[in-house]
C-alpha cells in the first residue's frame, strides 16, 4: 500500500526558512516523478514544484521559483522542500505527491497524496 | 499558463440525481485532463486522468468526456460519499494548473 507522510510544517517568520520532508512507502521510490501541490486556507490547489524519480530534472511554479527547492533522497525513500525567504502568502497546507505512470520526467498527474503539513508565516 | 475554469461553481442536488460538471481550458490541452474530489480536512483524491480514464479503485458511477478545451466530469447518481468539492486538472503545459473547484452539496 502506498503512504506518503509529510513533516516539517509550522510556523514561519516573514524571510525565514523552513524544510518539509515527505517519506514514501509502499512503490519504488526512484521509479517516479514526485510533487509538491500547496492550498492556501479556504482556497484551491497550487502546483508547487515536481522532480523526475532520479532527481535530475525540477520544475516550480514561478509564485515560489528562487525561493524553494525540491530534491529527493532515493535512498532514503524521501521527498524534501525547502521553503527560504518565506511570504505571509506561502501560508498553506503543503501535500506531497506521487506521480501516476512511472518513468514520466515532469509529473503531471497524481494519484496519491500525503496527508499534508500546515506552514504558517507570520510575524 | 493555462487558465482552467470550472463550473459552476457550487451545484445543489439530491443523493441519487445526476451531476454534470464543466471544465473549460483556456488552450487546448488534448485529453490531458484529470479530475480531483476533495472532502474537508483531507487531500485531494484523483478520480479521472486522460480525461476519461478512471482511476484505481473509482466507482463506475464516475465518467469524464472531453478533449482540446471543454470536458465534463459527471456522476450518474449521487452517493451520500459523493458531496465534496471536485478540482479538474490539465498536464499539457508546465505550470500545471488546477480550475477552481466546484462544490457538489446537498440539496
Known amino acids: 500500500e502506498v503512504h506518503l507522510l509529510e513533516s516539517g510544517g509550522g510556523l514561519g517568520q516573514p524571510g525565514g526558512s523552513l524544510r518539509l520532508s515527505c517519506t514514501a512507502s509502499?512503490?519504488?521510490?526512484?521509479?517516479?516523478?514526485m510533487s509538491w501541490v500547496r492550498q492556501a486556507p479556504g482556497k484551491g490547489l497550487e502546483w508547487v514544484s515536481a522532480i523526475s524519480g532520479s532527481g535530475g530534472s525540477t520544475s516550480y511554479a514561478d509564485s515560489v521559483k528562487g525561493r524553494f527547492t525540491i530534491s529527493r533522497d532515493n535512498s532514503r525513500n524521501t521527498l524534501y522542500l525547502q521553503l527560504n525567504s518565506l511570504r505571509v502568502e506561502d501560508t498553506a497546507v503543503y501535500y506531497c505527491a506521487k506521480e501516476r505512470a512511472p518513468g514520466i520526467a515532469v509529473a503531471g498527474t497524481l494519484d496519491y497524496w500525503g496527508q499534508g503539513a500546515l506552514v504558517t508565516v507570520s510575524s | 499558463e493555462i487558465v482552467l475554469t470550472q463550473s459552476p461553481g457550487t451545484l445543489s442536488l439530491s443523493p441519487g440525481e445526476r451531476a454534470t460538471l464543466s471544465c473549460r481550458a483556456s488552450?487546448?490541452?488534448?485529453?490531458?485532463l484529470a479530475w480531483y474530489q476533495q472532502k474537508p480536512g483531507q487531500a485531494p483524491r484523483l478520480l479521472i486522468y486522460?480525461?476519461?480514464n478512471r482511476a484505481t479503485g473509482i466507482p463506475v458511477r464516475f465518467s469524464g468526456s472531453g478533449s482540446g478545451t471543454d470536458f465534463t466530469l459527471t456522476i450518474s447518481s449521487l452517493e451520500p460519499e459523493d458531496f465534496a468539492i471536485y478540482y479538474c486538472q490539465q498536464r499539457s503545459n508546465w505550470p500545471r494548473t488546477f480550475g477552481q473547484g466546484t462544490k457538489v452539496e446537498i440539496k
Open positions: 488552450q487546448s490541452v488534448s485529453s490531458y
Open positions: 486522460d480525461a476519461s
Open positions: 509502499g512503490f519504488t521510490f526512484s521509479d517516479y516523478a
